[in-house]
Nanobody, 126 residues
């Protein structure tokens, strides 16, 4: 099974940028569709962005569209979330998730992802 590890979180001022990375180890990385979710204090985990196994298809939550970009490097087994124009409401723990591409699921539903990283904290100050 694939193992995921996020990095790149931290403290940033509103309007700033951060780049999150998710390193995958284990079976063939291109067997997995990938996504980012986030969970703010006292809130449920929420979808942020999705990228298909090939990198050709991406989806974003409306709240981050135009500010965040998800990408992947299948040669390096990594998924990246570039976050620009950050807002205080982006403060959350960000999780990388993987789902086998042959497994049915909805791209923005966390219960449809089989594998998760431990998360990385992003804090945006006003």
């Amino acid at each position: 099974q694939v193992q995921l590890e996020e990095s790149g979180g931290g403290l940033v001022q509103a309007g700033g940028s951060l780049r999150l990375s998710c390193a995958a180890s284990g079976p063939t990385f291109t067997n997995y569709n990938m996504a980012w979710f986030r969970q703010a204090p006292g809130k449920e985990r929420a979808f942020v962005g999705y990228i298909s196994w090939s990198g050709l298809t991406t989806y974003y939550a409306d709240s981050v569209k135009g500010r965040f970009t998800i990408s992947r490097d299948n040669a390096k087994n990594t998924v990246t979330l570039q976050m620009n124009s950050l807002k205080p409401e982006d403060t959350a723990v960000y999780y990388c998730a993987a789902n086998p591409k042959f497994r049915a699921g909805t791209y923005d539903r966390d219960l449809d992802y089989a594998y998760w990283g431990q998360g990385t904290q992003v804090t945006v100050s006003s």
